[in-house]
């Protein structure tokens, strides 16, 4: 507001910190419509978030179009993808069974009131020139559009390394590609990221995204945004991993 600055880059939780801890009062005077791009750029990224966000700074000059996000690593001296700046993010509404049991990102019909569990995934963008974005199996084969597995990328500005750490660099490439350890799927030539590979707790033969349960303890009153953490735990007795949930709470 005093700088009128133009540009900013935050992970996902901060939307949702910011929203709810800044007052009223911390906000006197400001004026927030020189902001060109706020980008979400860390962490999968939730619509949730971003309504929140718009919402709460509304009243003192932002404008919701200014939201916009990005898929980011140091790895590839930070950028991988980017949505459009200035034009709404597109979401994804897919079926939540199918991406948590298939792998596949399957569009939910709504238009016959289709009361299946859905899931809004948010877009990365599309990759930034001179990057590319594949999507791989278990076995690294190359998967189709809306299939769910490992974002490798490949580009002219990644890293070519660990340092000291040959170990790392080897188990990181295959065929020129970085394996991110990210899953996701590409629709649309755009990314989207579901979680990390090596975070994922399967119960059942279902695959649970740790973060998805953490974004809804997040919204229980009293809960830290940003502070807390899923995780399976093998249950002998029933053969499967559990979930359970630490939390920050006041």
């Keep these: 507001s005093r700088y009128r600055g133009t540009l900013t880059w935050l992970p996902n939780f901060a939307f949702n910190f910011c929203a709810q801890k800044i007052r009223d009062a911390q906000m006197d005077g400001v004026d927030l419509s020189s902001w060109r791009a706020v980008i979400n750029c860390s962490e999968p990224m939730h619509v949730q978030s971003f309504e929140r966000f718009a919402e709460r700074f509304s009243a003192y000059g932002f404008r919701k179009e200014a939201l916009a996000t990005s898929y980011a690593m140091a790895e590839n001296v930070f950028g991988v993808t980017q949505s459009a700046i200035g034009e709404p993010v597109r979401v994804d509404v897919v079926d939540a069974d199918a991406l948590q049991t298939e792998g596949i990102a399957r569009q939910a019909d709504l238009s016959g009131g289709d009361q299946r569990r859905v899931m809004r995934m948010l877009s990365c963008g599309k990759p930034i020139p001179g990057t590319e974005v594949r999507v791989l199996g278990r076995d690294g084969e190359a998967l189709p559009e809306r299939h769910v597995g490992e974002l490798?990328?490949?580009?002219?500005?990644?890293?070519?390394?660990?340092?000291?750490?040959?170990?790392?660099?080897?188990?990181?490439?295959?065929?020129?590609?970085?394996?991110?350890?990210?899953?996701?799927?590409?629709?649309?030539?755009?990314?989207?990221?579901?979680?990390?590979?090596?975070?994922?707790?399967?119960?059942?033969?279902?695959?649970?995204?740790?973060?998805?349960?953490?974004?809804?303890?997040?919204?229980?009153?009293?809960?830290?945004?940003?502070?807390?953490?899923?995780?399976?735990?093998?249950?002998?007795?029933?053969?499967?991993?559990?979930?359970?949930?630490?939390?920050?709470?006041?």
């Excluded at 340092?163 to 295959?174: C, E, G, I, K």
Aim: proline share 4%.
């Design 152 to 250: 490798a990328i490949r580009s002219n500005c990644m890293l070519s390394g660990y340092y000291n750490r040959p170990d790392a660099t080897a188990s990181a490439f295959a065929g020129g590609w970085y394996l991110t350890g990210d899953l996701g799927y590409m629709a649309d030539g755009e990314v989207y990221v579901s979680g990390r590979k090596k975070d994922l707790i399967i119960v059942g033969g279902r695959n649970i995204f740790p973060q998805d349960i953490e974004a809804l303890a997040g919204e229980v009153p009293g809960v830290h945004p940003g502070r807390v953490a899923a995780f399976g735990i093998y249950n002998e007795d029933l053969g499967t991993e559990e979930v359970a949930l630490a939390a920050e709470v006041d």
